[in-house]
């Protein structure tokens, strides 16, 4: 008996069927956006996952990446690292992270990252919303115009988008400090 496979109509009708189409993404296909002295290649909105994610492959400098200790408060994020060994600081502690490590930040917890070792690094980046790909967007082109950063800027538009550079009690004056505030 010959397989028939069914019609777009037929899959439409069908309940539960996808409300987007698949997507084939080539390597370097995607928009590329660069701040706080990474790039993140973003290569899934949220537009095109029915809601449910966003998806970039993040490029990080291990001399000029400066991510500011900050706070997602309407998204959770995931790291999958790729190359490299990060700092990453959550839950009120620094833990070493390398090749093959997933990260997951909840929305609400403080974190950041630095490279350790002298080698650049890459991660996937998943945010539940496209909150951060609009606000890191946004953020590359007040980085784009060169020079320092303008902060209020920065935590103006992080507002927007529901995201907080924040500085705990006791932090103000280590070397956590001077990596991380120098470039915001």
Not at 19 to 27: D, M, S, V
Not at 116 to 144: C, M, P
Request: aromatic content about 12%.
């Amino acid at each position: 008996m010959p397989t028939t496979i069914p019609s777009a109509a037929d899959w439409a009708a069908f309940a539960g069927a996808p409300t987007t189409a698949a997507r084939l993404i080539a390597p370097d296909d995607g928009e590329r956006v660069r701040a706080f002295g990474n790039e993140v290649l973003f290569k899934l909105a949220t537009g095109e996952t029915s809601g449910a994610f966003s998806l970039g492959l993040s490029f990080v400098s291990a001399s000029d990446s400066a991510v500011p200790l900050h706070v997602h408060d309407n998204e959770d994020e995931m790291f999958i690292i790729v190359e490299g060994t990060y700092r990453v600081f959550a839950n009120g502690a620094w833990s070493d992270c390398g090749p093959g490590s997933a990260v997951y930040f909840p929305r609400g917890v403080m974190h950041t990252f630095y490279l350790i070792g002298g080698q650049n690094g890459k991660h996937w980046v998943l945010t539940t919303s496209n909150a951060f790909r609009d606000y890191f967007t946004r953020a590359g082109e007040i980085f784009a115009a060169g020079g320092a950063p303008d902060r209020a800027r920065l935590a103006a538009l992080g507002a927007e988008y529901g995201m907080r550079f924040v500085q705990p009690d006791g932090m103000g004056s280590d070397a956590f400090a001077a990596r991380h505030d120098a470039t915001v």
